[in-house]
C-alpha cells in the first residue's frame, strides 16, 4: 500500500481502527470540521466506562444485545484489561510495552503503512507473535501533539507508538490465556437446535479490554478509544469530526457540551 492509498482508504471511516471488526454500509454524511483540540477536550472528559456505545458500534453481533448487558460487559472487558496489564508488570517488572514485547519474545516492526489495501489499521498483531505498528499515522499524530493545547488534553503520557504496541500486545496476552480470559471465554449462543449449538465470542470484548489493558500500561487518564479521532484527523479533519459527533452521541451527549457552528 502506497501512503497515497492509506489516505484514501481512510475515507470514508468504516472500520474500527485498532481491530478486524465489521465494516458498516452506509456513505457518511459531509461534517463540519471542528478544531481537534475542542474534540479532545470533549472527548478526554468522558468516563472510560460511558464509551460503550462506540466501543459496541463497530461489534458485528451488536443488534443481539440489551444496553445493560454493553454496559456490564464494558465494566467486565475493562477490569479485564487492567488487571493483565497489572498481571504482565509485576510478571517483568516494567510498564513500557517495548521491553514487555521483547520480553514476551515478540517481532515487532515498523513500517510506514500497511501493505495491504483491505483493511485499514494504525497497528495489527498477527498470530503468534507479530506485531506491525504503521509509522505514517503514528508521524502525524506526534506533529499534531506539538501543539501545546493538544499535549495539555493528552498529557505527557501519551506516547502514540507505545500506545498502540500496547494494544496489540493485549492481544497477545489474549492468545496466551485463551482458555482462562474473560473476553475469550464469554461467549453468546447464537442458535440451538436440540443438543447442537452454536457460540461466538464478541469482538468489541477483546478491542475494550485491549484499550482497558493499554490505559493502564501508558497511565492514562481518558479512554484510548478518542485515538481514533486523533489519529484519523491527520489524515481527514472532516472524517475526524464526523467520528466526534458519533462518539459524543454514543456516549449520550448529544447536543450537550459541543457548540453547533
Ligand atoms: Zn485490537
Not at 63 to 73: A, L, N, P, S
Request: hydrophobic share 35%; charged share 30%; with cysteine.
Amino acid at each position: 500500500m502506497t501512503r497515497q492509498e492509506f489516505r484514501s482508504a481512510l475515507k470514508p471511516i468504516t472500520d474500527g481502527l485498532f481491530g478486524k471488526q465489521n465494516t458498516r454500509g452506509y456513505e457518511r454524511p459531509k461534517f463540519t470540521v471542528r478544531p481537534l483540540e475542542e474534540m479532545l477536550k470533549d472527548l478526554a472528559d468522558i468516563p472510560v466506562e460511558e464509551w460503550y456505545g462506540y466501543a459496541f458500534s463497530r461489534e458485528p453481533l451488536n443488534g443481539k444485545f440489551t444496553d445493560e448487558q454493553r454496559r456490564d460487559w464494558m465494566r467486565k472487558s475493562l477490569d479485564c484489561g487492567r488487571e493483565y496489564a497489572q498481571k504482565v508488570r509485576k510478571e517483568y517488572g516494567t510498564s513500557d510495552p517495548v521491553k514487555l514485547a521483547d520480553s514476551l519474545s515478540m517481532s515487532v516492526s515498523y513500517p510506514e503503512v500497511p501493505d495491504k489495501t483491505d483493511r485499514v489499521l494504525f497497528a495489527e498483531y498477527r498470530i503468534p507473535n507479530k506485531i506491525c505498528i504503521y509509522m505514517d499515522a503514528v508521524n502525524k499524530a506526534n506533529k499534531l501533539l506539538l501543539e501545546p493545547q493538544v499535549l495539555e488534553i493528552l498529557t505527557e503520557e501519551l506516547d502514540v507508538c507505545r500506545l498502540l504496541l500496547s494494544h496489540e500486545l493485549f492481544h497477545f496476552v489474549e492468545e496466551t490465556y485463551r482458555q482462562e480470559i474473560f473476553t475469550q471465554t464469554e461467549k453468546v449462543r447464537l442458535w440451538s437446535l436440540g443438543f447442537l449449538h452454536n457460540d461466538s465470542i464478541v469482538i468489541a470484548l477483546s478491542e475494550i479490554a485491549a484499550m482497558g489493558f493499554a490505559k493502564e500500561l501508558m497511565g492514562l487518564s481518558y479512554s484510548p478509544y478518542l485515538m481514533d479521532v486523533f489519529l484519523v484527523y491527520g489524515y481527514s479533519p472532516q472524517e475526524a469530526s464526523g467520528l466526534y459527533e458519533e462518539m459524543m452521541e454514543l456516549s449520550g451527549r448529544k447536543n450537550h457540551n459541543y457548540k453547533l457552528i
